[in-house]
T-cell receptor, first 111, second 113 residues
Framework: GENVEQHPSTLSVQEGDSAVIKCTYS??????FPWYKQELGKRPQLIID?????GEKKDQRIAVTLNKTAKHFSLHITETQPEDSAVYFC??????????FGTGTQLKVEL | DAGVIQSPRHEVTEMGQEVTLRCKPI?????LFWYRQTMMRGLELLIY????????DSGMPEDRFSAKMPNASFSTLKIQPSEPRDSAVYFC???????????FGQGTRLTVV
């Protein structure tokens, strides 16, 4: 089955800096790659996603890039703010709706 | 729509007891997923249903775990007998065929003492 690896497991940045989280996947049939944000004690919520027919997608301070050849995708957060502090999960899905999640990255934005 | 609804929010039980977690997916969604979240293992998919039929239960840790979906608006995850290592947050999520975004419930925090 699909295997998703995520790095780093923890990331600490200064407010205003950029943060990058990277994931790799194993199933070449995967075609949907969402990112979820989970604040402490809350549910994971979708923040951005990308499908395999595009290489990059941007939404304000958040962007995701996809390299299908290398089977990796990344989340980029620019101008980080304290409210960006959370756990971020990448995931992948193939033809169906089954999502396989990475192990998560604890992002801390320091003042 | 109120979103995915799980109950209870918190459950504390003694080892050996039966535990039942409940989930109501978003109306009209035809996929339902049960995940377990721990610090060590992150978000693990336990089982998922499509149109009330279990599709993949390979993530269910052992026979003590069982899940049912008797109709499109209700699912249960049962642990019998429960053990301390089952302590975790259990999430239910649902999605719509062709729209892969999964919507999560608030989760059930289970503590087995």
């Amino acid at each position: 089955g699909e295997n998703v690896e995520q790095h780093p497991s923890t990331l600490s940045v200064q407010e205003g800096d950029s943060a990058v989280i990277k994931c790799t996947y194993s199933d070449s049939a995967s075609n949907y790659f969402p990112w979820y944000k989970q604040e402490l004690g809350k549910r994971p919520q979708l923040i951005i996603d990308i499908r395999s027919n595009v290489g990059e997608k941007k939404d304000q301070r958040i962007a995701v890039t996809l390299n299908k050849t290398a089977k990796h995708f990344s989340l980029h957060i620019t101008e980080t703010q304290p409210e960006d502090s959370a756990v971020y999960f990448c995931a992948s899905a193939g033809g169906g709706n089954k999502l396989t999640f990475g192990t998560g990255t604890q992002l801390k934005v320091e003042l | 729509d109120a979103g995915v609804i799980q109950s209870p929010r918190h459950e504390v039980t003694e080892m050996g007891q039966e535990v039942t977690l409940r989930c109501k997916p978003i109306s009209g969604h035809d996929y339902l997923f049960w995940y377990r979240q721990t610090m060590m293992r992150g978000l693990e998919l336990l089982i998922y249903f499509n149109n009330n039929v279990p599709i993949d239960d390979s993530g269910m840790p052992e026979d003590r775990f069982s899940a049912k979906m008797p109709n499109a608006s209700f699912s249960t995850l049962k642990i019998q007998p429960s053990e301390p290592r089952d302590s975790a947050v259990y999430f239910c999520a649902s999605s719509l065929q062709g729209h892969t975004e999964a919507f999560f419930g608030q989760g059930t925090r289970l503590t087995v003492v």
